[in-house]
């Protein structure tokens, strides 16, 4: 089918190539001229698995194009992916300008039946006024459907997850949309989920939220653990046997961050309170998360006494590993305080260097572990890259000052680390 993807953020770029991936023909389209430019050079703007390799090869195959003009991607699709972002307000709430924006320009350069599917992340009874923004910016009166299709990718793994989804869910108001979708994604093989679209756009907030109070929970039991001398890594082990809980999700920390988590949080809060209903819930999923983060710092205050002068090599900067996104990293807020204490910062990260410089100053940024390790009083770990769990650790004992390691993260077991003659702190445990 020839499809249009308007938006070329981790949604979009990975939407618009995994669809011509499996054989359609996909216009990408954002107003951003810079990026659009090195996109048709081959070039992505972040660090995604795969995504680079495939898009190289369906541009070649000239299944995928790029551009900037939204009139061209509507005049030549026969539907239209919505994928801009919508990013959070002082408020909580989400903007959604971008959404009408495009909504609005879509339906001016409309000629015949589109179908308009929403895939950014919106609060519920958005589809009704992006169909509402359409029937008012039409030249003349057209059909059209419009739908939502959230997306569950993670960061990371965003291409294995564009391809092997445990459900894709359709929100939709006609058949002939339901149709046009099934057929879309009928490739991948997966359950479809077909609802209304309210009920499609609240599964997309109430997921996100559920895995953060998922999250937020483990963190809370991880408090109670370390009270009383228990294991929270074996607590979560002997919950997540239990098919209704599961083992996923359920590693204690320092706590979720990235671009979704807590927006999406903030912005169901929002959009329940404006429908009437206090979900005081996720009050606490927030606030533990937040505290998780000050725990933590306690931690390393405990064990290193006296801040000033010190200095704090730190392992992992994304919010999560095999990505270079910084957005919302718990690490930000960390570093912040501990610069804010007198200590210097000397810092790591496989991927997420050239976005930390960005928004974490006078920090020294290192190579590898080691350099990081040299002279340090102690190793910070809070991100589990594979590269950090494989660290040569009687190497990092002989270069730190003193051998002391703060894990936010768990990746090392506590009496292996003992063993070895390391002061070892983790969470929960
Ligand atoms: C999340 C969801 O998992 C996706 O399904 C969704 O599509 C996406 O948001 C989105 O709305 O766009 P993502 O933010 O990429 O994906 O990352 P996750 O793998 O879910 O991790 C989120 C945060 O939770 C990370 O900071 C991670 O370190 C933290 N986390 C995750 C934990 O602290 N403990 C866990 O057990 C799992």
């Known amino acids: 089918m020839k499809l249009a993807v308007i938006g070329t953020g981790y949604v979009g770029l990975t939407t618009g190539v995994c669809l011509a991936e499996i054989g359609h023909t996909v216009i990408c389209v954002d107003n951003d001229i810079q990026k659009i430019s090195s996109l048709k050079k081959n070039k992505i703007p972040i660090y995604e698995p795969d995504l680079e390799e495939l898009l190289k090869k369906n541009v070649k195959n000239k299944h995928l194009s790029f551009s900037t003009s939204i009139k061209e991607a509507v005049k030549k699709s026969e539907v239209i992916f919505i994928c801009v972002g919508t990013p959070p307000r002082e408020d909580g709430s989400a903007d959604l300008s971008y959404i009408e924006t495009v909504a609005s320009e879509i339906a001016r350069d409309m000629d015949g039946y589109r179908l308009i599917v929403d895939k950014s992340t919106v609060?519920?009874?958005?589809?009704?006024?992006?169909?509402?923004?359409?029937?008012?910016?039409?030249?003349?009166?057209?059909?059209?459907?419009?739908?939502?299709?959230?997306?569950?990718?993670?960061?990371?793994?965003?291409?294995?997850?564009?391809?092997?989804?445990?459900?894709?869910?359709?929100?939709?108001?006609?058949?002939?949309?339901?149709?046009?979708?099934r057929e879309i994604y009928k490739p991948l093989n997966s359950k479809i989920v077909v609802t209304d679209i309210k009920s499609a756009e609240i599964i997309k907030h109430a997921s996100n939220s559920f895995l953060a109070t998922k999250i937020s929970f483990i963190n809370a039991v991880s408090n109670i653990c370390e009270r009383c001398g228990a294991d929270v890594e074996k607590v979560a082990e002997g919950m997540g046997f239990d098919k209704r809980i599961g083992k996923t999700f359920l590693n204690a920390g320092i706590g979720f961050g990235g671009f979704c988590f807590p927006k999406d949080l903030e912005a169901f809060l929002w959009i329940s309170q404006k429908l009437g209903y206090q979900f005081d819930l996720l009050k606490n999923v927030k606030e533990i998360n937040e505290n998780q983060k000050k725990n933590f710092i306690k931690k390393i205050e405990d064990t290193l006494w006296v801040m000033k002068g010190k200095t704090i090599g730190i392992l992992g900067l994304a919010f999560k590993p095999n990505t270079d996104d910084m957005r919302f990293a718990p690490s930000i807020d960390i570093i912040n305080k501990l610069q804010a204490e007198g200590a210097k910062i000397k810092a790591y990260d496989p991927k997420a260097v050239e976005k930390a410089k960005e928004i974490l100053k006078n920090i020294i940024y290192c190579k590898n572990p080691y350099e990081v390790a040299k002279n340090s009083d102690c190793l910070v770990i809070l991100t589990e890259w594979d590269e950090i769990r494989k660290i040569d650790l009687r190497k990092i004992k002989k270069l730190l000052k003193h051998p002391i390691i703060i894990d936010g993260r768990n990746i090392f077991e506590p009496t292996e680390m003992e063993k070895l003659g390391f002061i070892y702190k983790s969470m929960g445990r």
């Open 123 to 181: 609060p519920v009874e958005t589809g009704e006024k992006v169909e509402m923004t359409i029937k008012r910016n039409l030249k003349k009166n057209l059909p059209f459907d419009v739908a939502s299709n959230p997306e569950f990718l993670r960061e990371g793994s965003a291409v294995y997850d564009t391809f092997n989804p445990d459900r894709v869910v359709i929100g939709v108001s006609s058949k002939k949309a339901e149709n046009i979708l």
